[in-house]
């Protein structure tokens, strides 16, 4: 909740929330400064509102057993989209983010906005029959979308590479509620990954973390202090325009030159490996039965599970070039966890372990002070859940 102070039911709802299991009275009397009776009161209102539930007895200390409290799952119900270049995501969460379902597709040059809005509120209504869940029961739609975003006002402004037109200034959380009548909330993808993979880790939480996503641009999101760093103006992106080679070429005419998208990106493996087969210093067109133009990720990818040469090189250098850039945000912002995710992560286990072995090379005060990488537990989930836990963030409660 940005805009106002969280009230003394919102604090209690959050902690049994954020617990992601049972937590006791008394655990709850150590982490807020609220007097028994209170906290007692406060108890007994979201217990009887079906916010949450007594579900039992801890083991008792010497007096008697503890009551425990969880949140009440099914108390209502959110959405969470991811709108994503290479593909969208639609999820139907309970309150504790479990997932009732996931139905995913491609963007393909047809998804235009309009057509977006039109399909997933058609998937909405039937996922909503297909569960018995009646439309009041949904709290709100979460939204995860690549950037740059005017989040205060739910809209979507310049994104580069979709695959279909119209992607320019789109209204898209209007769009939404005019369409389904559910209220809906607009962030940007790496920060709800961030938020989706703090949120659903069963490991202790992690107040200072870094989330870089890898894949056709490079995204980014920081967590300081448990909450989400946002900048002044939305600049996901802007990872991908850290220089890491002063003489090096740009990706395209408003990027960097030597910017790290340059040299590890979708875009930029695709052509590497073009300029190769022009030369003559690959033989993907033969092998593959492609013409150079239509060499694009699929076919790097069956030529990197092959072990072509000059591509399984391409990756290994976009991981070192990737390592450096994870190096420079460790340095300046020193997180505890550093969670990568992405297309290029998961394109091999050497990619990964690549560039979290350059990064940690490169991290000042190593080996004294060392980050933890991971690839989080919710993969390519994780934006969508996010979108979820940014509705849940924002229930109110008098």
Excluded at 34 to 59: C, H, K, M, Q, Y
Excluded at 221 to 246: C, F, L, P, W
Excluded at 376 to 396: K, M, P
Aim: negative net charge; glycine residues 10%.
């Amino acid at each position: 909740m940005e805009s106002r102070v969280a009230t003394p039911k919102e604090r209690i709802y959050a902690r049994i929330a954020e617990s992601g299991g049972t937590i006791s009275k008394a655990e709850l009397l150590a982490a807020d400064q609220l007097t028994n009776s209170t906290l007692t009161r406060l108890l007994d209102d979201l217990v009887a509102d079906g916010l949450i539930i007594e579900t039992g007895f801890g083991p008792s200390s010497g007096g008697r057993k503890p009551i425990l409290y969880r949140i009440n799952p099914d108390y209502r119900y959110i959405f969470g989209l991811e709108i994503s270049r290479f593909s969208s995501t639609l999820g139907l969460f309970d309150m504790a983010l479990n997932p009732k379902s996931l139905v995913r597709w491609w963007m393909d040059e047809t998804m235009k906005p309009e057509a977006l809005v039109a399909h997933a509120a058609g998937l909405m209504k039937r996922l909503l029959k297909d569960h018995g869940i009646r439309a009041e029961q949904i709290l709100g739609i979460g939204i995860g979308a690549v950037g740059p975003l005017d989040r205060s006002h739910g809209i979507i402004l310049r994104p580069l590479y979709f695959a279909a037109e119209g992607w320019t200034d789109v209204p898209i959380c209007q769009m939404f509620e005019q369409a389904t009548g559910h209220p809906a909330i607009l962030e940007n993808g790496a920060n709800t990954a961030l938020m989706g993979e703090i949120g659903a880790s069963h490991e202790p939480r992690s107040e200072h973390a870094l989330y870089v996503h890898a894949g056709i641009s490079l995204r980014a999101a920081m967590m300081t202090n448990g909450r989400i760093v946002h900048g002044k103006y939305d600049t996901e992106g802007s990872i991908g325009q850290m220089i890491v080679h002063s003489d090096g070429p740009r990706l395209h005419e408003n990027g960097n030159y030597g910017a790290l998208e340059a040299f590890c990106s979708v875009p930029a493996l695709e052509r590497e490996a073009r300029m190769n087969a022009k030369r003559g210093s690959s033989s993907l067109c033969e092998r593959y039965g492609v013409s150079q133009e239509r060499i694009n990720y699929e076919v790097l990818l069956k030529a990197l599970n092959d072990d072509e040469p000059t591509v399984k090189q391409s990756f290994q250098q976009a991981a070192t070039y990737l390592g450096i850039g994870l190096a420079n945000l460790i340095n300046l912002y020193h997180p505890e966890l550093v969670l990568l995710g992405g297309v290029l992560m998961n394109s091999s286990p050497d990619f990964y372990r690549i560039a979290t072995e350059t990064a940690l090379g490169n991290t000042y005060y190593a080996p004294d002070y060392a980050p933890r990488f991971s690839k989080g537990s919710l993969a390519e989930d994780a934006v969508v859940t996010g979108a979820a836990l940014n509705v849940r963030h924002r229930l109110e409660i008098g």
